[in-house]
């Protein structure tokens, strides 16, 4: 045998060797997950201080909205005929149906115009301006 060979086999062993030493007792493989690409994460942020300042059971009488992401009754019915969901008002409460909600119609005009997005969720005309003059502030 070649004097090359032998180093190579022994440099072979000892690194086995020393994989085997610090590998798991029981010889599994961990494989970590990353998290998604999360498009909307800020503009919900942002949504949630303008609106509720994150109280999921916020209720505002006069536009009957609830909800973290103050959800009207309009756009339950609306997001129901659209997705053959089964929602009430009452579900609105919970943050992740809400959500769920939300992110439809955010989908929907795109992840990357928020203002657009934060405009056209807050409603129409000349009070959408200052609404997102508000988010920006959180983004």
Not at 9 to 20: D, E, F, N, R
Not at 47 to 72: C, H, W
Not at 80 to 100: C, Q, V
Request: proline share 4%; hydrophobic share 40%.
């Amino acid at each position: 045998m070649s004097v090359y060979f032998k180093k190579t086999a022994m440099v072979t062993l000892l690194l086995l060797l020393a994989v085997k030493a610090f590998a798991p007792a029981n010889d599994s493989l961990v494989i970590f997950t990353t998290s998604p690409d999360e498009p909307f994460k800020k503009l919900i942020y942002a949504i949630g201080m303008v609106e509720t300042k994150f109280d999921t059971l916020s209720y505002n009488p006069v536009e009957e909205a609830v909800g973290y992401f103050q959800i009207r009754p309009i756009r339950v019915l609306d997001y129901n005929l659209r997705t053959g969901s089964n929602y009430s008002m009452k579900d609105m409460f919970d943050y992740n149906i809400s959500e769920k909600v939300f992110l439809f119609y955010a989908t929907a005009i795109g992840p990357y115009n928020f203002e657009r997005i934060a405009k056209k969720w807050n409603g129409s005309g000349k009070v959408t301006y200052e609404y997102w003059n508000q988010v920006k502030k959180f983004l």
